[in-house]
């Protein structure tokens, strides 16, 4: 499967951003799909986890209860809408596909990558 992220840009501190992530190759439906995010320097961060019918979601402890993970598998597109976004949600957002049979939430159970979006938040 390729992924293809989008909706990243400039937004002010307590603004919202909607990233998208077009799948093609293979149905969607058939990978748990994650979003994580990488400042320049770190390690990659787990964002957001949901399963293949959408029924079992993960958030990391840093975007619980402002961001949402959604999928929406006839249009084979997985999004993440963010709100309240802080400065220190600036990194490049990457939507991962997983083919395992249940919802992971590190770095290295996922297959598949996506080239990443910039999210920039200035205060």
């Known amino acids: 499967v390729q992924l293809q992220a989008s909706g990243g840009g400039l937004v002010q501190a307590g603004g919202s951003l909607r990233l998208s992530c077009a799948a093609s190759?293979?149905?969607?439906?058939?990978?748990?799909m994650g979003w994580f995010r990488q400042v320049p320097g770190t390690e990659r961060e787990f964002v957001a986890a949901i399963s293949r019918s959408g029924g079992i979601i993960y958030y990391g402890d840093s975007v619980k209860g402002r961001f949402t993970i959604s999928r929406d598998n006839a249009k084979n597109t997985l999004y993440l809408q963010m709100n309240s976004l802080k400065p220190e949600d600036t990194a490049v957002y990457y939507c991962?596909?997983?083919?395992?049979?249940?919802?992971?939430?590190?770095?290295?159970?996922?297959?598949?990558w996506g080239q990443g979006t910039q999210v920039t938040v200035s205060s």
């Open positions: 190759g293979r149905t969607l439906s058939f990978y748990s």
């Open positions: 991962a596909a997983d083919s395992g049979a249940v919802v992971r939430t590190t770095r290295l159970s996922y297959d598949y």
